[in-house]
Nanobody, 120 residues
Framework: QVQLVESGGGLVQAGGSLRLSCAAS????????MGWFRQAPGKEREFVASDTRSGSDFADSVKGRFTISRDSAENTVFLQMNSLLPEDTAVYYC???????????????WGQGTQVTVSS
């Protein structure tokens, strides 16, 4: 079992930056693919970014603005979000899985989410 806890969300103006953290416990994340997803009100959960042994993937909507990284010593994954837009407003979720994928249903463990609100 892996427990995931996100933090770092908040309210930011358009053009600003936030760094989300996802702290894992129970198992080391070194053997997992780690992903970030988001869900805006009235919309389906969508893929944002993932980090795996074979590389990283990003949604087209965040390429060039968001980066993903992990700190194995801290067992934590980060999502650095720059040049934020109002359409980035959503609850952001961290997830852990065993394969490289952008599809939420293949992730096994999820955090509770952290709210990101970008004002225009």
């Amino acid at each position: 079992q892996v427990q995931l806890v996100e933090s770092g969300g908040g309210l930011v103006q358009a053009g600003g930056s936030l760094r989300l953290s996802c702290a894992a416990s129970g198992r080391t994340i070194s053997g997992y693919s780690m992903g970030w997803f988001r869900q805006a009100p009235g919309k389906e959960r969508e893929f944002v970014a993932s980090d795996t042994r074979s590389g990283s993937d990003f949604a087209d909507s965040v390429k060039g603005r968001f980066t993903i990284s992990r700190d194995s010593a801290e067992n934590t994954v980060f999502l650095q979000m720059n040049s934020l837009l109002p359409e980035d407003t959503a609850v952001y979720y961290c997830a852990a899985g065993s394969i490289r994928t952008t599809m939420a249903r293949f992730y096994d463990y999820w955090g509770q989410g952290t709210q990101v609100t970008v004002s225009s």
